[in-house]
Structure formats: structure tokens, C-alpha cells
């Protein structure tokens, strides 16, 4: 499983989740299975949930459970979109604690045909699901260039979108653009001067956010997470970009996604989780060197309170 994904923020962020031996537990985003290793590794009677929707996970999933048969493990083939849908066919109605490791596995990025990579070419894919219809060559083919334009802003902070949707829409007009290595060259044109690397990278980032609607799905997600996790219980969210961090503080420190201040007759904050760190939580100097990939991560933890 090591070789699938390195965790990030390991230590830290299972420390945030407080883990109960007894506890119910969901980790959103298996991949890998290293989170969930660890918290299986601190539960005796308790029961862990694990979600993942890339087929690739499944196998971890299975090896995973084959080291601990003694526990009560469960994994669930689904996007965390449907969290409740799948705790209640669990027969489970509230949980201590969920963790949410937001970043895109090392082992889809090292795959070249999943189309996730800058490195190695491969079918412009992206789907984390690939049963969905939709991947990032109907996008890059089909989407209007005012639609591009806004998805490549939006999602990967382009500054110059404009100008690289043009020149998608240009290409496209003479042949179906259908591989990562061809969506690479066309940065190659417009990128900034000895910024092609980062600039690809917000290319291929705003292109599989909308590809697999990161940002609904992740709404979706924290909505419900206020549903199932009970008072006093943790939420524990790992991200590794501005959009998705954003989301995730507005909404433990607002209650809120648009980070509006709403108070109660008294003044108090009407918001379902308290901060648990009050300062952003990111890896150490070691850790970077030892994963490059955790550079960007940063960990919130908040506590459920009694407000509904």
C-alpha cells in the first residue's frame, strides 16, 4: 500500500481525530489505505467505514482487511458525496469522527493512463470514477471557450485563461485533442517563462476538478458530515489547494461555505463545528523532503458542538 500513496500529515491529523477503541469511524478518501491503517490499528470494539470511488482502491481495500480480520472494517465503492446514503444502509446514524485526505493519490499521478500526470503521457482521462461519462477530453473538446475560460480561472487560478482556451479551442478545431501530452504542448505555448511545470499543473488541477466536481461533491460532503458526526465528535480534513481549503475553513469556522458571520439572539456563532486548531496545521521540513507531494497540505480539525 506504501506504494499506492504516502500519507500526509499522518501522525497529526489521526491524533486530531481522537480515535475512541470503541468509536465508529469513516475515512472518506481510502486510496491507499494509509490513514485507515492507523485507525484500525487504535480501535478494539469499534467499527470503521472506508469510501473511495477509483476501482484502483478496491484491491488496498481488500489487503487492508486481510490484516485485520479482528476488526470491523467496511468499504464502500462510492464518491463521499453519498456519505449518509451509505451510513444509513450501514444501519449506522451518527459517528465519532471523519477524516478527509482531499489530494489526489500518488498512484493515480504516477499512472500515466489515467491522464492525471504532467510527466507521463496517456488518454486525457482524469475521471476518479470511470464509469461517469464525462472525462477531461469531453471537456477539453466540447466545453464553449467562455466556458473554459471561466473552469480554468475558477479551478486552477489561470491567469491568463483566456488566452490558453483560445488556444485549446484553436487546436481542437483541427483534431480532437486526446491525450495529456497534447494538452502539455499547448501550455507549453502560452505558459510564463520557466514556470511550465506549476503552470501545467493549474491547467490539469482546474480541468480534473471539473471533470469529477471536486467542489460539489466536497460541499455535499461537508454538509452532511454536520448530519452524522455526533457531539463532541472530530472532522479532520486534509486539503493541498486554495478552493478546497477555503471551503473546508469558511465551513468549521462560519458553519458556512460563503464564510458569513451568523449569530444567535445572544451573539453567539451559530456554526456546527469549533476549531480544534486554531493555527493551520502544515507538514514539517522532514516530511516535505521526505514527500515532495505534501508540500501544499494543511490540516484542519474541528469538534462537533451541540448547536443543529
Do not use: C
Not at 74 to 83: A, D, K, P
Not at 121 to 126: R, S, T, V
Request: proline content about 3%; hydrophobic content about 35%.
Amino acid at each position: 500500500m506504501s506504494q499506492y500513496h504516502q500519507p500526509v500529515l499522518l501522525a497529526e491529523s489521526i491524533e486530531g481525530l481522537g480515535v475512541k477503541p470503541n468509536g465508529v469511524y469513516v475515512d472518506v478518501t481510502f486510496g491507499g489505505g494509509g490513514h485507515s491503517r492507523d485507525i484500525l490499528k487504535k480501535l478494539t470494539t469499534g467499527t470503521l467505514l472506508a469510501f473511495d470511488q477509483d476501482e484502483d482502491a478496491r484491491q488496498n481495500a481488500d489487503d487492508l482487511a486481510g490484516k485485520f480480520q479482528e476488526r470491523s472494517f467496511t468499504f464502500v465503492e462510492s464518491n463521499f458525496r453519498h456519505l449518509k446514503k451509505y451510513l444509513k444502509f450501514h444501519g449506522i446514524s451518527e459517528v465519532d469522527g471523519i477524516l478527509a485526505d482531499l489530494g489526489v493519490s500518488s498512484h493515480q499521478f504516477d499512472v500515466g493512463e489515467r491522464g492525471f500526470s504532467t510527466r507521463f503521457d496517456g488518454p486525457l482521462d482524469m475521471r476518479m470514477n470511470r464509469e461517469q461519462v464525462v472525462s477531461a477530453q469531453t471537456i477539453v473538446n466540447e466545453y464553449a471557450e467562455k466556458d473554459l475560460i471561466h473552469l480554468l480561472s475558477a479551478y486552477g487560478e489561470v491567469r491568463n485563461a483566456r488566452t490558453l482556451a483560445a488556444e485549446i479551442v484553436m487546436e481542437r478545431s483541427n483534431e480532437q485533442i486526446t491525450t495529456s501530452g497534447r494538452l502539455m504542448s499547448i501550455a507549453e505555448r502560452v505558459a510564463p517563462k520557466g514556470r511550465l511545470m506549476k503552470y501545467a499543473a493549474q491547467l490539469f488541477q482546474a480541468i480534473r476538478i471539473e471533470v469529477n466536481d471536486e467542489m460539489g461533491a466536497l460541499q455535499e460532503f461537508l454538509a452532511q458530515s454536520r448530519e452524522v458526526i455526533k457531539p463532541g465528535g472530530r472532522l479532520v480534513v486534509i486539503s493541498y489547494h486554495s478552493l478546497e481549503d477555503r471551503l473546508a475553513k469558511n465551513f468549521i469556522m462560519k458553519g458556512n461555505f460563503k464564510g458569513t458571520v451568523e449569530k444567535d439572539f445572544y451573539g453567539n456563532l451559530l456554526r456546527p463545528f469549533d476549531p480544534v486548531n486554531r493555527k493551520l496545521i502544515t507538514p514539517s521540513e522532514k516530511e516535505i523532503d521526505n514527500n515532495s507531494r505534501a508540500r501544499s497540505a494543511r490540516l484542519r480539525i474541528a469538534e462537533r458542538t451541540t448547536w443543529r
